[in-house]
């Protein structure tokens, strides 16, 4: 039986597994986390909308009625001739090898950022953020020295991206709107949200239009925007940012990471042992098929693979990740394969309550309409039924209250 | 105005803070947790039917409407004259104080064992345990030695009252119905559980017929209990159970901690500076209004205060907290106060599926009815109706298909 190996269970290498059900293989999916989790919607676990549970899908749960796919809890270490290789020394033989180990931040050359600057990637960075952003409101309310209660009211999101964004349109929902009636001696709604985008404009991948609908919506939050800046420095009192010639420093005691991708070190492995190149992110280039050059067995899918006009979004993952598993079947049957065709379904992004920017096809929208396909859309691509219900209950209950019922402070901290 | 400072959010403190909402006074609740926590549904966010935000409700957000309350976020340090002091340094000046901390577990003179038996007080706790007992079955898989393959399918919980007794249960259900088809190497069914009793039968401050109910359910699902039984060691390869004169190793690879309990370390300060009285378990001793003996302005409530004949579970935390409101404001009025009088609603334990032990009044059941019961106790008491919602909802789904969502395995583990 034709062997297929997948190391990754996000959207591309979990719908690849999905898609292979009825393939005549035996697949082994290799994840070092035992859940899917659904990143899109993990900055509202950093801003206390939602738990981890809810947005997290226990892989051996979803693919258990899949009789000819097992799943291994692992970390890759190492690739040898027709071999996966765990940490723990186990060897897993391939025929057809998909790696879809994805992406995760990059500091820019400042590895020393990193816990200054927590990026968003799994639950532990979602609920570290949560921690950090509920503290400092803790801590302000406490403090009587004024400039040091504003440098904990100060919160400084690098990259406007999506996820910037989607996480500086939250915390200025949480100052203004959630925590309104919640303290004594702060006003909530003093808080100061910067966010920096090195591009002139945010969401620098939308449409230009979108862009300025998104920097309105956020300016109406509150959230301050420095468009064509970067940050040069970060340590314990704040951050600067240098915008042309000028530059500032901002007094903050939490500043969030949303910049900067770096492909997983699965890349640097591929390229040692299996002749990959890379592009400067780390990412791997591939045939129009998603194999490597000269290593037809071996596909590279989602944020991992560098495919040119791809961008790096959960649609683009699940495209791929199902083309890989179409191209084995289509193999095992020796019928011929197309090269992968991305098709761009489009771009969301949401900034608050009843707003969100869109572009679907030719349609560019914002407000409420974005706002509603962005919750549609989103509740449509959730792993599980379950999981589904829960987060459009908290969503309701969030919508009429203004509370955000997943606040809590969590791990270690100092209070 | 009347300054009363409230020690500790959870249901003792929680309960007096809130009744004091239309007193004459200013009320300081301290905790230093952001949240109240339903302790009694811990046990299933241990094993992965909830998650830690739905059984958890911000302390601020709970009291946000209460104007004559703060909330601060602390840890007290020391009581001087008048004043509790926190780890920070601030001081909070009190006319009347109201400890409710409660107790953490107890090891019987081995804290050492801390870390190899984890207890259940903390949603920290509550995931580390988690992350236990899915890794166990996930190392079972992966495992080819028969020996320590079965020492991963080895369960010990150590403690037969209900806490016990319902982490028992839960883990009869993951291995039979939960993880059914999880895995492909091992049957999860083959998981051994046993819970390890001190007294001659579980749940001994039970009637003796629901202790003889559980037992049989326990068996069931496929729970070895061992009732006149100690644990005299704890190492990483399992635990040594005396039960009269014999002694017998379990291997295990897991074991969770549901025995005895020690009250919080305000027991002791209070004992230094108000002169309290401790039993042995470091709980005070109090006058028949809950006040320590020639301290009238000091109360304590909750599991931190040692009431005869008043167990240690949230109606009886409840009832006290509502006491200490209800003295505060008699005495502002000058009006005569009664003591503390307990009234005990009864007692249940939840085992699984459809099996509980219940003594409410005179009548004691179990089976379906008393499951009915429990469900609807549980949600009736939650607090909020966002996470009562949230708790249904998982609970309905998980009745229907056996699964529980919430099964992530989190923080530091080694795949």
């Known amino acids: 039986m034709h062997r297929v190996v997948i190391i990754g269970g996000g959207f591309a290498g979990l719908n690849a597994a999905q898609l292979l059900k009825h393939?005549?293989?035996?697949?082994?999916?290799?994840?070092?986390?035992?859940?899917?989790?659904?990143?899109?919607?993990?900055?509202?676990?950093?801003?206390?909308?939602?738990s981890p549970g809810e947005i997290a899908a226990p892989l051996r749960y979803v693919l258990n009625r899949q009789k000819n796919t097992r799943v291994l809890l692992g970390e890759v270490s190492d690739l040898d001739?027709?071999?996966?290789?765990?940490?723990?020394?186990?060897?897993?033989?391939?025929?057809?090898?998909?790696?879809?180990?994805?992406?995760?931040?990059?500091?820019?050359?400042?590895?020393?950022?990193?816990?200054?600057?927590?990026?968003?990637?799994?639950?532990?960075?979602?609920?570290?953020?949560?921690?950090?952003?509920?503290?400092?409101?803790?801590?302000?309310?406490?403090?009587?020295?004024?400039?040091e209660r504003?440098?904990?009211?100060?919160?400084?999101?690098?990259?406007?991206?999506?996820?910037?964004v989607e996480l500086a349109g939250a915390l200025g929902e949480i100052s203004r709107d959630t925590l309104k009636k919640d303290f004594r001696h702060i006003n909530p709604a003093d808080a100061k949200i910067f966010l920096i985008e090195g591009e002139p404009r945010l969401l620098p991948s939308y449409p230009p239009k979108l862009s300025k609908s998104a920097e309105e919506s956020l300016t109406k939050l509150g959230v301050q925007t420095r468009n064509?800046?970067?940050?040069?420095?970060?340590?314990?009192?704040?951050?600067?940012?240098?915008?042309?010639?000028?530059?500032?420093?901002?007094?903050?005691?939490t500043v969030l990471w949303a910049a900067g991708v770096q492909a997983s070190p699965l890349g640097k492995l591929l390229e040692s042992k299996a002749g990959a190149k890379l592009d400067k992110s780390g990412r791997v280039l591939v045939e129009p098929d998603l194999s490597i050059a000269g290593r037809p067995e071996i596909l590279v899918v989602g944020d991992l693979a560098a495919v040119p006009k791809v961008p790096g979004v959960a649609p683009a993952a699940i495209q791929?990740?199902?083309?890989?598993?179409?191209?084995?079947?289509?193999?095992?049957?020796?019928?011929?394969?197309?090269?992968?065709?991305?098709?761009?379904?489009?771009?969301?992004?949401?900034?608050?309550?009843?707003?969100?920017?869109?572009?679907?096809?030719?349609?560019q929208f914002s407000g409420i309409l974005a706002w509603l396909a962005w919750?549609?859309?989103?509740?449509?691509?959730?792993?599980g039924f379950q999981n589904r219900a829960l987060i459009a209950l908290q969503w309701a209950f969030g919508y009429l209250t203004y509370n955000r019922g997943a606040r809590l402070i969590t791990g270690q901290y100092k209070t």
């Open 228 to 253: 064509s800046s970067r940050v040069t420095e970060i340590d314990k009192d704040g951050v600067t940012v240098k915008t042309g010639d000028k530059t500032n420093p901002i007094r903050t005691r």
């Open 320 to 363: 791929q990740g199902r083309y890989a598993a179409k191209l084995v079947i289509a193999r095992l049957r020796n019928e011929k394969t197309k090269p992968f065709h991305y098709h761009d379904k489009g771009s969301l992004a949401t900034i608050g309550r009843n707003q969100a920017v869109a572009e679907i096809g030719s349609f």
């Open 375 to 383: 919750l549609f859309i989103h509740l449509l691509y959730i792993v």
């Open 150 to 164: 504003q440098a904990n009211l100060t919160f400084v999101v690098v990259g406007g991206g999506p996820t910037g």
């Open 81 to 147: 001739a027709g071999e996966v290789v765990l940490k723990d020394g186990s060897r897993v033989p391939y025929d057809t090898l998909i790696v879809a180990t994805g992406a995760t931040h990059h500091y820019f050359g400042h590895p020393e950022w990193a816990t200054l600057a927590p990026g968003l990637k799994s639950v532990e960075d979602a609920t570290e953020i949560r921690t950090r952003i509920l503290l400092a409101f803790e801590r302000a309310e406490k403090e009587t020295d004024p400039a």
């Open 23 to 50: 393939a005549d293989a035996e697949v082994t999916l290799i994840d070092k986390r035992n859940f899917h989790l659904f990143q899109p919607l993990l900055y509202q676990v950093a801003t206390g909308a939602l």
